[in-house]
């Protein structure tokens, strides 16, 4: 296998908060392979936004990567000065905020913030950025004419569009979507996806998306990693993850979702309780208070990330018996919590 | 458990609590740079609306943003007025009620909100978030506190006292919205609109919450409007769908025919756009134009048809009528026996 874009290993990003500190990531590890689109799936607060940015270390100003390593092509980008991570910024790597759309600066052009990123970070000249302007409105499916268009202008769908179009300017390998379909319909989070899917295929690159919607994963992702509280539940496949998920977590988030698809008569499961407050969070497994099949050992020791299938990872003490909890966990009953 | 289709509803029996009648809502909007652009300077939020909802039925309120389903459901809570037609609750005419007997309707009819960080004041305890409405219809201040623990039950919260003296922010996100949920039923309604109650949730509590509204509805016997723009949740809770686009009913009728074989062709495109969380799923493009609906500048005739692969000649030309169609109701050219199609 040809080696993977980007390797994460053992990432930790802590925020300061108050006197102390929020091991908002406690040791993520997993690789973007060529050519593909990694799904970062997991409820809010779970940490993904902090994995996307470490990977581009735009962070906030209270959070610091405490540990670990970013492989990015054969270099360590969580050890090289901020000088030299600048320049692989829209170059190689590129980052699509969470609500994007809405951050668009409202008084200018959508043709000038393209130029800022072409001209000043790509060093085009006039020229050379009004032609590649043109080509990337191209590629996302709008008309060159709205290049004058103010953002306010476009909606949400095409300023989502924008955003992508923005992101691809420099050719970059990677590009980092957080939640790019959150706030939208149904309708045009398809069409979005689709078009993402098209363009990745077209320039070959690699994208992680970010997304809280297993459905989104489901829909266009090649592997999914799923996080729960600050750490890898489960990492894989993504048609294995979904299909056979051998983390509880996972199992449960499955029976939790609305499927059209399903039958009519079909309940949903919740899983009880909330994730845990990262200032405290539980010994052992991060998961075992809300998980229906944890054992003691679950409240002591932290469940190591092991390989069972074929590139398909698991964090869980019960993971050798996941075909016996899958069976468990498709009924309702065992998602109940005593009274 | 049976599925929301499969609650026993008697359609002779049931009279319709609510109907609707033509209803408008009609914005006026700033005159002189939307006349510049060449826009009409009217945007019609709701446009001609009809419909009826018999008592103990839940219906889900179905469409895309801007598609004029949220100021249905404020319409029908008399939180707007209707710029032209008629809303009827219980044989009375919405927009007529004054006074005492609006104060009346209000403690019937309540809004379930979306954001239940919203629904309630920061600074409010459980206790005093839910006092008011009691405080308001004038319950003593003696039967209060026995009130708010029953609709605590209600709605599933463990140990309802434990959580009297807490504020929101101590709460999680689910257990708000149940909270907002029993303050909404708190005045024993017969009809509430649940605009969005759970798009602010994670996946793992939202089908809590879902389950919640479910076992009080059917418990209490419950009108309700479940408003969306997700299909796969209006299934979950309601027998019957209608379908909104730019202010105009496009399809009206029972749930799973709807997800089964959806008629109108925005309907279509809306069923294939639902994503499904399991990875063998169809990838064909949607049959619908791209471009979002500006309500500001809708098409002539109807109202989709710019975006619709089936638009024929007589569509720019006269808006359909919402006509009987088997099981449904569908205002589409393609489904009128005298253009000689379907
Ligand atoms: N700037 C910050 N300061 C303190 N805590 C933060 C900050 N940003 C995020 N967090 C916390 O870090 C955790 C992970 O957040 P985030 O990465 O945004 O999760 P997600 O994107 O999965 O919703 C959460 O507990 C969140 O409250
Ligand atoms: S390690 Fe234990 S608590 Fe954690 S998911 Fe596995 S079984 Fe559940
Ligand atoms: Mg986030």
Request: include cysteine; charge should be neutral; glycine fraction near 8%.
């Amino acid at each position: 296998m040809t080696e993977p874009l980007l390797s994460v290993r053992n990432l930790k990003v802590s925020y300061a908060v108050g006197g102390g500190s929020v091991d908002a990531v406690d040791g993520a590890s997993f690789d973007v392979p060529r050519g593909s689109i990694l799904g970062l799936v997991g409820e809010s607060g779970c940490g993904k936004t902090t994995v996307a940015r470490a990977i581009t270390r735009v962070i906030a100003d209270n959070a610091r990567i405490t540990g670990g390593e970013m492989i990015f092509e054969g270099t360590d980008i969580a050890a090289i000065p901020e000088r030299q991570m600048n320049a692989l910024r829209w170059r190689d790597i590129a980052f699509i905020p969470q609500s994007a759309m809405n951050s668009l600066d409202p008084v200018y052009t959508v043709e000038s913030q393209l130029h800022e990123v072409l001209r000043r970070r790509g060093g085009m000249d006039r020229r050379a950025a009004q032609a590649r302007a043109e080509e990337l409105f191209e590629m996302v499916g709008i008309e060159k004419s709205r290049l004058r268009d103010y953002p306010h202008q476009f909606s949400g769908g095409m300023r989502q569009r924008v955003a992508i179009a923005l992101a691809l300017a420099l050719n970059p390998k990677l590009v980092i979507a957080d939640e790019p379909v959150t706030a939208l319909d149904v309708i045009v989070q398809r069409q979005i996806l689709d078009q993402l899917r098209e363009l990745q295929a077209m320039l070959g690159i690699s994208v992680i998306l970010v997304t809280h919607d297993i459905s989104v994963v489901a829909y266009v992702c090649d592997r999914t990693v799923v996080m729960y509280a600050g750490r890898i539940a489960e990492e894989g496949p993504m048609e294995a993850v979904l299909t056979r998920p051998m983390h509880p977590y996972t199992m449960g988030l499955r029976n939790a979702f609305p499927d059209l698809k399903g039958a009519a008569s079909g309940t949903l499961t919740p899983i009880e309780g909330a994730p845990p407050n990262l200032a405290s969070p539980p010994p052992g497994c991060r998961f075992a208070p809300r998980c229906p099949f944890a054992l003691e050992v679950c409240t002591r020791a932290q469940p190591p990330l092991r390989e069972l299938a074929s590139g398909h990872r698991v964090a869980c003490h019960r993971a050798d018996e996941a075909p016996v909890l899958r069976e468990l966990a498709v009924r309702t009953e065992t998602w109940l919590v005593p009274a | 458990m049976a599925g929301a289709g499969m609650r026993p509803i008697d359609p002779i029996a049931s009279e319709p609590l609510v109907s609707i009648r033509d209803v408008q809502l009609h914005y006026r909007m700033g005159g002189i740079f939307s006349a510049m652009r060449g826009r009409s300077s009217v945007v019609k939020a709701v446009d001609g609306v009809s419909f009826e909802i018999r008592r103990g039925e839940s219906v889900g309120l179905l469409g895309e943003s801007g598609c004029g389903k949220t100021s249905m459901g404020r319409l029908l809570l008399k939180l707007e007025e209707a710029t032209g037609g008629e809303i009827v609750f219980a044989g009375e005419p919405v927009t007529a009620l004054k006074r005492a007997a609006l104060k009346r309707y209000r403690a019937r009819a309540q809004l379930i909100f979306q954001n239940p960080f919203d629904a309630v004041n920061p600074r409010f305890s459980i206790r005093a978030a839910l006092s008011e409405p009691l405080e308001n219809a004038g319950i003593p201040a003696a039967e209060r506190e026995g009130r708010i623990v029953k609709a605590l039950e209600l709605v599933r919260l463990p140990q309802p006292q434990q959580f009297l003296d807490r504020y929101p922010h101590q709460l999680s996100g689910g257990q708000l919205q149940r909270v907002v949920m029993a303050r909404a039923l708190i005045l024993e309604p017969d009809f509430v609109v649940a605009d969005e109650p759970v798009s602010m949730l994670d996946v793992s509590v939202r089908a809590g919450v879902l389950n919640v509204f479910r076992d009080v509805r059917d418990r209490l016997g419950l009108t309700a409007i479940y408003i969306s723009h997700d299909l796969a949740l209006v299934r979950y809770v309601c027998e019957r769908t209608i379908v909104m686009y730019l202010g105009k009913v496009m399809e009206d009728g029972p749930t799973e025919d709807i997800v089964r074989e959806p008629l109108h062709p925005y309907t279509q495109a809306l069923v294939a756009a639902v994503p499904v969380p399991q990875p063998d799923q169809s990838h064909d493009p949607l049959p619908i134009g791209r471009g979002a609906p500006d309500p500001r500048n809708p098409p002539s005739g109807c109202v989709f048809r710019d975006r619709c692969p089936y638009a024929f000649e007589r569509c720019p030309v006269e808006v359909p009528r919402l006509r009987q169609v088997g099981t449904r109701k569908v205002a589409c050219h393609l489904f009128d026996d005298t253009t000689g199609k379907q």
